[in-house]
């Protein structure tokens, strides 16, 4: 009799382990070999591609053959379709968006982490692909989009005057959380502005910057609750085991952050109530999204497709007017709240800055009658993968 293939324990069900309170070397290392063999899965799959030209791929080339190209040069050709319910894009073969953002390379000392350094001894997965010579790529990133698009829905006063002013928006819903006064900085400055000393003091212990540890859990839950039911959807949300709390403490922090939101939490619950019982949702472009399963399915979806439905909608008129305005220009990747676009050398940045910026950052009313400005990061690729911020 065949021995049975032994299966593979997914990466969710030892995340929910250790949310448990489950602590072992052994789990551990588990979870970080499944995170870099995730990179690695995708670094192989770009190593198998063919050369455009000759079809060899990289353990097929061979210099020495007379047939073979000069130069190996594979391209990827992903697959994008809005297979999603919400109609948010695909991306498969490879899937680009999939691609961890955190530093691989093994003599970086910021390995395993996000940063924006990138030389022939710090990357990420994501610089095996790269623009054409010849051409660059240009990549925006929108600026907290959903939390914008919910804070205009519920008319949420302290978010959207955060928004119009550029103020720190985590510290000061942190702030609200645990019931203390306001800086009198309220900008990202409030971490190391003398005047906002006193301020730091009155925290126990006291704030130790934009990387405080309040801040960080805050920030972790405004997005892992956005779309939740209840403050228990917080033990859902994808790595929030990272933030080493044991699961009542993040229900309790979940639920001091919600009651410092009543506009929002009014807000969705109106939404709820109204999907539950047409069974139908609409963003705010009108896309329309039916609705099945049982109340809380309907009404969690419902929330979901206005405002995630929403991000799609505004990138993908976003989208066609920049690729209608430069018929040479052609979409690299489409990553939901992002894009990156490429573009010929003889294509002015500028200009393609001046018209994207006008299609991309604007403000933009919502079903409710409240306006939220749109704001984006925005840098340059060139061929040699280095990346350039652009302000």
């Not at 594979?74 to 894009?89: C, D, E, I, K, Y």
């Not at 390995?111 to 994501?126: I, P, Y």
């Not at 900085?185 to 212990?205: G, Q």
């Not at 917080?234 to 790595?239: H, I, P, R, T």
Request: overall charge positive; glycine content about 6%; aromatic content about 10%.
């Amino acid at each position: 009799m065949p021995k049975p293939k032994a299966s593979s324990v997914e990466s969710d069900a030892l995340r929910r382990w250790k949310l448990r309170g489950a602590s072992s070397p052994l789990l551990d290392a588990r979870l970080k070999f499944m995170e870099v063999e995730g990179v690695a899965r995708y670094v192989r799959f770009m190593g198998d591609l063919p050369c455009h030209v000759c079809g060899f791929n990289e353990k097929m080339h061979n210099p020495n053959v007379a047939l073979a190209c000069p130069q190996y040069s594979p391209r990827v050709f992903p697959n994008f379709l809005p297979t999603q319910a919400s109609g948010r894009w695909s991306t498969t073969n490879p899937p680009m968006t999939n691609f961890p953002p955190d530093c691989v390379a093994p003599t970086c000392t910021l390995a395993g982490t996000e940063h924006g350094c990138v030389t022939s001894q710090c990357w990420s997965a994501r610089e095996v692909v790269g623009p054409d010579e010849g051409t660059y790529w240009v990549h925006f990133d929108l600026d907290g989009i959903e939390a914008r698009w919910a804070a205009a829905d519920s008319g949420d006063q302290d978010d959207l005057q955060a928004f119009r002013n550029g103020w720190d928006l985590h510290t000061i819903t942190a702030c609200r959380a645990y019931n203390l006064p306001l800086p009198p900085v309220l900008t990202k400055l409030l971490h190391t502005d003398l005047s906002c000393e006193p301020w730091r003091n009155l925290w126990v212990p006291p704030w130790s910057g934009a990387e405080d540890r309040r801040r960080h859990i805050i920030k972790t839950m405004r997005y892992a609750t956005l779309y939740g039911i209840s403050s228990k959807g917080v033990l859902q949300a994808k790595g929030i085991e990272k933030l080493g709390l044991k699961p009542e403490e993040l229900v309790a922090f979940a639920t001091r952050y919600l009651r410092s939101k009543p506009a929002l939490i009014a807000r969705k619950r109106q939404v709820w109530d109204d999907c539950a019982k047409t069974g139908v949702s609409y963003t705010w472009f009108g896309r329309r999204r039916r609705l099945y399963g049982d109340w809380n399915t309907r009404a969690k979806e419902g929330w979901s497709h206005r405002i995630s439905g929403t991000v799609t909608d505004y990138m993908n008129q976003a989208l066609i007017a920049i690729t209608d305005h430069f018929p040479e220009c052609h979409l690299v990747l489409n990553s939901h709240d992002g894009a990156t676009i490429a573009f010929p050398l003889a294509t002015d940045l500028t200009t393609v800055l001046l018209f994207s910026r006008g299609q991309v950052e604007r403000e933009v009313t919502s079903p409710t009658g409240h306006i939220v400005p749109v704001t984006a990061s925005w840098e340059q690729i060139t061929s040699d993968l280095v990346r350039h911020g652009l302000q």
